[in-house]
């Protein structure tokens, strides 16, 4: 008797073992076969962690071919920090495409409510809030896509220690963050070996390049197991320097009659942007300045405003709270310059609210585990100092240009907020040498999607008609770009 429940338990167990190794067959990452680089194994121990990050299906999902993880990572153990992270491999062989990183500025801002959800991701919530539509210009067509919401207490990511969220600033945004990836490539190593970059827009002009340094910097001395396979970066309409996205901003709205000649000469002859403070004669034509905005879109100055009120119940109001301290100093002090900028569709993020804060929707990505005290947001509500946040990243930027690092800079012309004419002085202030100035670039219908100038060292693009989320306004040049960037391919200079 016993014998043969010993047998059976015997059986049992090689049956399940021999089940186990199967599921860890075709659970690896991309689509079940082994892979690396350099001939590395992908341990069972790993793959089962992998798989439990597995999105087998949001609610309301259109059918996909590739597969997403979702989950956290934990970036401090003592404090009880971590990041919530939404992974896409590519569309189509993601065994052989690089890894792009994209995050969202404000500070404070979800690269998941943003980037995922309006801009770039491939799942777009839809006006029903039940379901969400496979966007046709996904950015994981290009290469393996992935989003983190950063630092602690924006969107799904938390810490424990709840005094974590006085002391954030651009320091520990990027210690974390480079935390995050090495944590991340540990539970999906099969990625290691790919090239890597980080793309970005708004304030993650300073987020993606002191994450590139980051990264730069421990590459030289780290263990090979913590190395990244860093490349490039792309940033747009990035927050670079606070004496020229300020004047910068004030020039373009002068220039596209946003604001009266007496308001911009009232800026021009009181602000000095080199400054950390206003004069009280600069303040009050700053408050005329930011009056306009109150009444179009700062971030697209020739798209409309939200105005169904279907949406009252969700947190209506596209203010966010004032956070102290950061760049650039002057204008930040404004209530003007923190509003929520809102895309294509004015609606949109009220849809992405709705859909992030159902309990199946967070279920099915394993977000929010510790059942947090507050809603999802686009935005922190939590946050409301920041510690650090350099008046310039000229210095940076140019630390990865010598490092040989690729870089590029493009921006959507018609957005308000960090315009094309700030990016352009910033450039000029950064005084690269010019290859090749002021070229048109196509799209593949014959149409001019721009203008580039290629720098030694850096390439600048701009996109016409596009606003602050230029994917956004333009998400068929934008995957354009993202392609003509990850292959270090100009743009085409002619109609093709
Ligand atoms: C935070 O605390 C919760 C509840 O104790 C725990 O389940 C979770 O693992 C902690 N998170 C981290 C990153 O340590
Ligand atoms: C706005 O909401 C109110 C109250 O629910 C409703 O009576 C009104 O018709 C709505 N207006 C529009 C334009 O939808
Ligand atoms: C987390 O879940 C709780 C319910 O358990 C909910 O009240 C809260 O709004 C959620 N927070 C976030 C950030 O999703």
Not at 327 to 347: E, M, N, T, V
């Amino acid at each position: 008797m016993a014998s043969t429940n010993a047998a059976v338990s015997l059986a049992l167990l090689l049956l399940l073992l021999s089940a186990s190794v199967a599921l860890a067959r075709v659970s690896v990452g991309y689509g079940g076969f082994w892979h690396g680089g350099d001939g590395m194994k992908v341990r069972g121990d790993v793959l089962g962690r992998q798989e439990a990050d597995r999105v087998v299906e949001l609610p309301g999902q259109p059918p996909v071919g590739f597969k997403q993880y979702a989950g956290y990572v934990t970036v401090n153990e003592k404090h009880g920090r971590a990041l919530f992270y939404w992974f896409f491999e590519a569309m189509t062989e993601p065994e052989k495409r690089p890894l792009l990183l994209w995050l969202n500025g404000g500070p404070g801002c979800s690269s998941i409510g943003y980037g995922e959800a309006e801009e770039l991701g491939p799942f777009f919530p839809k006006k029903d809030q039940q379901t969400l539509k496979l966007n046709p210009h996904t950015w994981n067509k290009a290469a393996n896509l992935l989003f983190v919401e950063s630092p602690v207490g924006v969107g799904f990511s938390y810490t424990n220690t709840s005094e974590d969220i006085n002391e954030l600033g651009d320091e520990i945004t990027a210690k974390d963050s480079h935390a995050f990836l090495v944590n991340w490539f540990k539970r999906f190593p099969q990625f290691k070996s790919h090239d890597f970059y980080i793309a970005g827009e708004s304030y993650a002009g300073h987020y993606v390049p002191q994450l590139a340094k980051a990264i730069f910097d421990s590459n030289k001395h780290v263990p090979k197991s913590d190395y990244i396979n860093l490349k490039g970066f792309m940033i747009g309409n990035a927050l670079l320097d606070d004496e020229t996205d300020q004047k910068g901003m004030v020039e373009y709205a002068w220039d596209h009659a946003v604001i009266s000649d007496r308001v911009y000469r009232d800026i021009k002859t009181k602000c000095d942007f080199r400054r950390k403070k206003a004069s009280v004669g600069c303040n009050t034509a700053l408050t005329s300045y930011f009056n306009v905005y109150e009444i179009i879109d700062m971030y697209s100055l020739y798209t409309p405003s939200c105005v169904s009120n279907s949406s009252s119940s969700i947190s209506s109001s596209r203010q966010r709270p004032m956070i102290q301290g950061i760049a650039p100093q002057i204008l930040s002090k404004f209530d003007g310059w923190h509003k929520r900028s809102a895309g294509y569709d004015p609606c949109a993020p009220y849809y992405t609210e709705s859909y992030f804060n159902r309990p199946d929707v967070q279920k099915a990505l394993h977000a929010n585990v510790t059942s947090m005290s507050y809603p999802w947001t686009h935005c922190s509500d939590a946050i409301s100092i920041w510690r650090d946040s350099p008046a310039s990243m000229l210095p940076t930027i140019r630390k990865l240009i010598a490092g040989g690092i690729r870089i590029w800079v493009y921006s959507g012309d018609t957005d308000g907020r960090i315009p094309v004419t700030a990016t352009r002085l910033t450039l000029k202030k950064l005084g690269l040498k010019i290859n090749e100035d002021w070229t048109p670039w196509y799209t593949n219908n014959k149409q001019v999607g721009g203008w580039t100038i290629e720098y030694d060292g850096l390439m600048f693009v701009t996109i016409r008609g596009a606003g602050h989320e230029v994917p956004s306004f333009k998400p068929k040049q934008a995957l354009q770009l993202v392609k003509h960037f990850l292959a270090n391919k100009k743009l085409p200079p002619k109609p093709f």
